[in-house]
Nanobody, 121 residues
């Protein structure tokens, strides 16, 4: 059974940082594309990053490029999202997702319960 467990969210002030973690299990880590997406109140879900295991390139959505960094630890089957210079518009529930990597990038086959990030002064 595929499981994804996010952690690390919280309440921070604008300009501060958070590091999210996503512990995964139930699949062969290096054969799946894994990514992060978020859902802000009243908005559609938004893909913000994706690592394709086939080439380990990382995709970032424009609004987080240069501020967020996604990484992975294959030994721990865990992915991370380092979020720097947070802005109020980053407030959302953050989810990690996973799907078999057929070279088409990240989809929403599996996702966790999410971790809430609130950026407010």
């Amino acid at each position: 059974e595929v499981q994804l467990v996010e952690s690390g969210g919280g309440l921070v002030r604008p300009g501060q940082s958070l590091r999210l973690s996503c512990a995964t299990s139930g699949f062969t880590f290096d054969t799946y594309a894994v990514g992060w997406f978020r859902r802000a109140p009243g908005k559609e879900r938004e893909r913000i990053s994706c690592i394709r295991q086939s080439d380990s390139n990382v995709y970032y959505e424009d609004s987080v490029k240069g501020r967020f960094t996604m990484s992975k630890d294959g030994a721990k089957n865990t992915v991370y999202l380092q979020m720097d210079n947070l802005k109020p518009e980053d407030t959302a529930v953050y989810y990690c997702s996973a799907n078999p990597d057929y070279g088409l990038g990240c989809r929403y086959d599996y996702w966790g319960r999410g971790t809430e990030v609130t950026v407010s002064s």
